[in-house]
T-cell receptor
Framework: RKEVEQDPGPFNVPEGATVAFNCTYSNSASQSFFWYRQDCRKEPKLLMSVYSSGNEDGRFTAQLNRASQYISLLIRDSKLSDSATYLC??????????????FGGGTRVLVKP | DTGVSQDPRHKITKRGQNVTFRCDPISEHNRLYWYRQTLGQGPEFLTYFQNEAQLEKSRLLSDRFSAERPKGSFSTLEIQRTEQGDSAMYLC?????????????FGPGTRLTVT
């Protein structure tokens, strides 16, 4: 079983619609959670951190459910420029694990006019 | 440009050859990471350095792979006797312990093709 699992998609989303997707993680010792965005053939870039209380950044809302070990991302009022792969990332931030990021396989989102 | 840089951006090599990649992190970042990404997958951790010390290595890093960060600034990743399975994007990232390592900044990657 992979440490971080995501639905690979693609999620085909009409422009202006809302899309949401989750990822699950297996290691309960995970301490930090992030969503990264990766455009085709580009490097990953941090979209947002995910906090226990949930957090919002403009049209993007992230939620964390530690009990069920899943993270979600919701995109409202989708724009064509939101088309990308969204990578779910966890970090254990302890001495034994070092500071490595563990990535999911990514969820591909395609926003269409 | 003060971001993470990597060189070369693309490398095509024949099976059995050795290759070396370079990463220059953001100048004040003391932590440096190498990841590997294959098509359709997320990046996978290979190794990381705090200053010049290599603190963790993934089991993915076979004995054909070696990474160095001799002066705590730039890093090199060498692959000896390349195999077709080594074809991937090799990503370097850096972070600052002083900033709490909240974000790792990635370079543009080196795309390796082994023929």
């Amino acid at each position: 079983r992979k440490e971080v699992e995501q639905d690979p998609g693609p999620f085909n989303v009409p422009e202006g619609a809302t899309v949401a997707f989750n990822c699950t993680y297996s290691n309960s010792a995970s301490q930090s959670f992030f969503w990264y965005r990766q455009d085709c053939r580009k490097e990953p870039k941090l979209l947002m951190s995910v906090y226990s209380s949930g957090n919002e950044d403009g049209r993007f809302t992230a939620q964390l459910n530690r009990a069920s070990q899943y993270i979600s991302l919701l995109i409202r009022d989708s724009k064509l420029s939101d088309s990308a792969t969204y990578l779910c990332v966890v970090n254990m931030l302890n001495k034994a694990a070092g500071n490595k990021l563990t990535f999911g396989g990514g969820t591909r989102v395609l926003v269409k006019p | 440009d003060t971001g993470v840089s990597q060189d070369p951006r693309h490398k095509i090599t024949k099976r059995g050859q050795n290759v070396t990649f370079r990463c220059d992190p953001i100048s004040e970042h003391n932590r440096l990471y190498w990841y590997r990404q294959t098509l359709g997958q997320g990046p996978e951790f290979l190794t990381y350095f705090q200053n010049e010390a290599q603190l963790e290595k993934s089991r993915l890093l076979s004995d054909r792979f070696s990474a160095e960060r001799p002066k705590g600034s730039f890093s090199t990743l060498e692959i000896q006797r390349t195999e077709q399975g080594d074809s991937a994007m090799y990503l370097c990232a850096s972070s600052s312990r002083l900033a709490g390592d909240r974000e790792q900044y990635f370079g543009p990657g080196t795309r390796l093709t082994v023929t």
